[in-house]
């Protein structure tokens, strides 16, 4: 598991990847069997990205799940405010509401630096990530 994301987000990302990298839509039970994730949780994900119009949904036999958009104009960051909110590197990392560049926590300059490179990867076009 990771220490940034919860499974659910970690899940999405790995799913939006592989479909970033299929290039076409893949169903609910491929994406589940070739990621190992249980089946009704990959459902439950794809959905939710659905709803917030990151995914198209085909139905049918041959039907499943695309991205909604170009990957070009697409990042891992709107999966993470889709499935999480704000990100965690996005927050103080001593969990202070009130931490700013005006009233800094014991750790904000060195967690500034972090946070703003993590940003910097996951603001990044899906698109390079094939």
């Known amino acids: 598991m990771s220490l940034l994301f919860s ?3 970690e899940y999405a990302i790995r799913s939006v990847i592989y479909l ?3 290039g076409e839509a893949v169903s609910v039970s491929t994406l589940a069997s070739e990621l190992k994730i249980p ?5 439950k994900i794809l959905q939710e990205l659905h709803r917030a119009g ?4 085909f139905p049918g036999s041959k039907g499943g799940y695309a991205l909604a958009k170009s990957p070009d104009k697409l990042s891992l960051s709107d999966v ?4 999480d909110g704000v990100p965690v590197h996005r927050q103080c990392i001593l969990g ?6 005006t009233n800094p926590c014991p ?3 060195w967690w500034k630096g972090i ?3 993590i940003t910097e990867q996951l603001d990044r076009p899906l698109s390079s990530y094939r």
Do not use: N, P, W, Y
């Not at 990151?54 to 949904?57: D, I, M, N, Q, V």
């Open 7 to 9: 499974r659910k987000c």
């Open 20 to 22: 970033v990298r299929k």
């Open 80 to 83: 993470i405010m889709i499935m």
């Open 96 to 101: 202070q509401s009130d931490c700013s560049d």
């Open 107 to 109: 750790l904000h300059g």
């Open 54 to 57: 990151f995914l198209h949904s």
């Open 115 to 117: 946070s703003s490179e």
């Open 39 to 43: 089946r009704a949780f990959t459902g």
